[in-house]
């Protein structure tokens, strides 16, 4: 059962530059999470908002959620080339016992 | 240091064999959890775990087995039952789960592949 979806499926951007990704999701939720995959490696949490928050910020990241629209945005400003990188949301499963997975947004930052 | 330990990085399974993935914690986690992870694609939900002798299956069991005698251990064998073992799996632990507003701690991920 997919409950998140990531847009866009893939970016690129130069060193320096802003990087949006969203998230949609179809159930209530008690919290909504985004982790980040570098290529063949574990998934690494980056930052948990919970429903009754709208804006969180940690570093360079600015994640904001909207449970009226069921979305979700991640914000990394000032991008490095170490930030390329898989970006994943998850959010609960009903029951609030798993993690479920969006597909993924793949960011490429050129130097 | 605690942390979340998969073996082996890289296995082979040969046509009609069960293999099995080893998933270790010393983290004292309540609960750990199964991932299947195809290219390109995100996590798919195969087992979890929330407290010692007890597992529930998630989106995609079928061909899988788990089993949760320790508290540390989290073992996953891929059976002959499962046709399209091929994938990166991705084994994960947390103390009070999504609910309580815990992340998860994930490991490094074994490659599986059939010969």
């Known amino acids: 059962s997919q409950q998140g979806e990531e847009d866009p499926q893939a970016l690129s951007i130069q060193e320096g530059e802003n990087a949006t990704m969203n998230c949609s999701y179809k159930?209530?939720?008690?919290?909504l999470q985004w982790y980040r995959q570098n290529s063949g490696r574990g998934l690494v949490h980056l930052i948990l908002?919970?429903?009754?928050?709208r804006e969180k910020h940690s570093g360079r990241l600015r994640v904001t959620l909207d449970t009226s629209k069921k979305s979700s945005s991640l914000l990394i400003t000032a991008s490095r080339a170490a930030d390329t990188a898989s970006y994943f949301c998850?959010?609960?499963?009903?029951?609030?016992?798993?993690?479920?997975f969006g597909k993924g947004t793949t960011l490429s930052v050129s130097s | 240091d605690g942390g979340i330990t998969q073996s082996p990085k890289y296995l082979f399974r040969k046509e009609g064999q069960n293999v099995t993935l080893s998933c270790e914690q010393n983290?004292?986690?309540?609960?750990m959890y199964w991932y299947r992870q195809d290219p390109g694609q995100g996590l798919r939900l195969i087992y979890y775990?929330?407290?010692?002798?007890?597992?529930q299956k998630g989106d995609i069991a079928e061909g899988y087995s788990v089993s949760r005698e320790k508290k540390e251990s989290f073992p996953l064998t891929v059976t002959s039952a499962q046709k399209n073992p091929t994938a990166f799996y991705l084994c994960?632990?947390?103390?009070?789960?999504?609910?309580?507003?815990?992340?998860?701690?994930f490991g490094s991920g074994t490659q599986l592949s059939v010969l």
């Open positions: 775990s929330q407290i010692v002798n007890d597992f």
């Open positions: 998850a959010t609960d499963d009903q029951a609030g016992t798993a993690l479920i």
């Open positions: 994960a632990s947390t103390t009070g789960g999504p609910r309580a507003n815990e992340k998860l701690l």
């Open positions: 908002i919970r429903s009754n928050e």
């Open positions: 983290l004292n986690h309540d609960a």
């Open positions: 159930t209530s939720i008690n919290n």
